[in-house]
């Protein structure tokens, strides 16, 4: 099975940049799924990118902000978020084999999951 690793994140300055990447360990295939998690919070679709990457959806909170993307020929994802705001604040996770609508936290393989922290 398919492993989802990821890295990146950290804190940042409102206003700031990040990104995280999620790397598979086998043959990057399919589309994948972002979401984000803050403490007390459901799971929150983020965005949505097809297995050729060349669509994407974007929740409404991060729209026109964020920028999901891929390299297959690196197995690997990413997540680039611009002018964060603290309301960004929470654990972010790529998935991967969703199992109902892109926007639904239904897929079958998680990535362990990364800190993105927005402060002053």
């Known amino acids: 099975q398919v492993q989802l690793v990821q890295s990146g994140g950290g804190l940042v300055q409102p206003g700031g940049s990040l990104r995280v990447s999620c790397t598979a360990s086998?043959?990057?295939?399919?589309?994948m799924g972002w979401f984000r998690q803050a403490p007390g919070k459901e799971r929150e679709f983020v965005a949505h990118?097809?297995?050729?990457?060349?669509?994407?959806i974007y929740s409404d909170s991060v729209k026109g902000r964020f920028t999901a993307s891929r390299d297959n020929a690196k197995n690997t994802g990413y997540l680039q978020m611009n002018s964060l705001e603290p309301e960004d604040t929470a654990l972010y996770y790529c998935a991967q084999d969703p199992r109902g609508p892109p926007n639904s936290p239904n897929y079958r393989i998680w990535g362990q999951g990364t800190q993105v922290t927005v402060s002053s």
């Open positions: 990118i097809s297995a050729t990457g060349r669509n994407t």
């Open positions: 086998r043959q990057f295939v399919g589309s």
